[in-house]
């Protein structure tokens, strides 16, 4: 009888959307895969770099929604990777960045499961990247924290993220009128700059700006879908200065479509 061998596990960040921000490695890892186990997240040209054959496995996740549950999502990765094969496990942004990566690859160490996990762009520096926002800037801000909005089992420390100065939190979502409460409550200015960036990096792009206690109101206003991240700081003050690099995406804010009907009634 011929010893098992276990396939490899490859836990792959895919970045923050845009899939020209793929890494040479990714790409490559997927042009070999057997088996691609990919989230909701995933661009779909971004799938167009694995081989013809390989089998697409979707286990997309999405918040209030139906949903693959992790322990599931753990236990396929040991099964296509018992079966020989080369998986990818295929994360948006960055695995180690809030993607539960690390719960991945804690479940292929217990089994005996190869794996190797390849960074990738997290949105969390992509996302205010590309809606023209620095996060950190000399003489403004000299350091960033990241954060989620959606703890298991413990509420955030709204009184250590009050005092960062830039803040980037991740998951926002249907939390986002209670983050904001809980930074005003824990000390941060109201009148705080502060963006939502919605599909960060993505062709429907959008940037929301309004200070700290009128940003919620402002997403609610206009609808804002997920993903979506939340950025406070006065770095985003800077952005209405960086006019190339915001009028750069596919599509502009709704801020500069407003400004420029303005212009147009002149």
């Given at each position: 009888?011929?010893?098992q061998?276990?396939?490899?596990?490859?836990?792959v960040?895919a970045?923050?959307g845009?899939?020209?921000?793929?890494?040479?490695r990714a790409?490559?890892?997927?042009?070999?895969?057997?088996?691609?186990?990919y989230?909701?997240?995933?661009h779909?040209?971004?799938?167009?770099?694995?081989?013809?054959r390989a089998?697409?496995l979707?286990?997309?996740?999405e918040g209030?929604g139906?949903?693959?549950r992790?322990?599931?999502?753990?236990?396929?990765?040991i099964s296509?990777?018992r079966?020989?094969?080369?998986?990818?496990?295929?994360?948006g942004?960055?695995?180690f960045?809030?993607?539960?990566?690390g719960e991945?690859?804690?479940?292929l160490e217990?089994?005996?499961?190869?794996y190797?996990?390849?960074?990738?762009v997290?949105?969390g520096?992509a996302?205010?990247?590309?809606?023209?926002?620095?996060?950190?800037?000399?003489?403004?801000?000299?350091?960033?924290?990241?954060a989620?909005?959606?703890?298991?089992?413990?509420a955030?420390d709204?009184a250590?993220?009050?005092?960062?100065e830039?803040?980037v939190?991740?998951?926002?979502?249907?939390?986002?009128?209670?983050?904001?409460?809980?930074?005003?409550a824990?000390?941060?200015?109201p009148n705080?700059p502060?963006?939502i960036v919605e599909?960060?990096?993505?062709?429907?792009?959008?940037v929301?700006?309004?200070?700290?206690a009128?940003?919620?109101?402002?997403a609610?206003?206009s609808?804002?879908g997920?993903p979506?991240?939340?950025?406070?700081?006065?770095v985003v003050?800077l952005?209405?200065?960086?006019?190339s690099?915001?009028?750069?995406?596919?599509?502009?804010?709704?801020?500069?479509q407003?400004?420029?009907?303005?212009?147009?009634?002149?």
């Open positions: 009888m011929s010893k061998v276990n396939g490899k596990v490859y836990l960040g970045g923050p845009d899939p020209g921000l793929l890494t040479l790409a490559q890892l997927l042009a070999g895969a057997d088996a691609v186990v989230d909701r997240l995933i779909p040209e971004v799938l167009k770099h694995a081989r013809p089998r697409l979707f286990v997309g996740k209030g139906e949903s693959v992790q322990e599931e999502i753990n236990a396929l990765l296509q990777a079966l020989g094969r080369s998986v990818v496990r295929l994360k942004g960055d695995p960045v809030f993607g539960r990566g991945e690859a804690l479940a217990e089994a005996g499961i190869a190797e996990v390849v960074p990738g997290s949105s520096v996302a205010p990247a590309a809606a023209g926002i620095p996060i950190t800037h000399r003489g403004m801000s000299g350091s960033v924290t990241f989620t909005a959606h703890r298991v089992g413990k955030p709204w250590h993220l009050a005092r960062a830039t803040l939190l991740f998951m926002t979502g249907s939390r986002l009128e209670e983050a904001t409460l809980a930074l005003i824990a000390g941060r200015s705080t502060t963006a599909a960060g990096t993505w062709e429907h792009q959008r929301l700006e309004a200070p700290l009128g940003i919620a109101a402002r609610r206003e609808s804002v997920s979506a991240m939340l950025v406070v700081g006065e003050s952005r209405s200065q960086l006019r690099l915001v009028e750069s995406r596919p599509l502009v804010s709704e801020r500069e407003f400004l420029k009907a303005e212009a147009g009634h002149e």
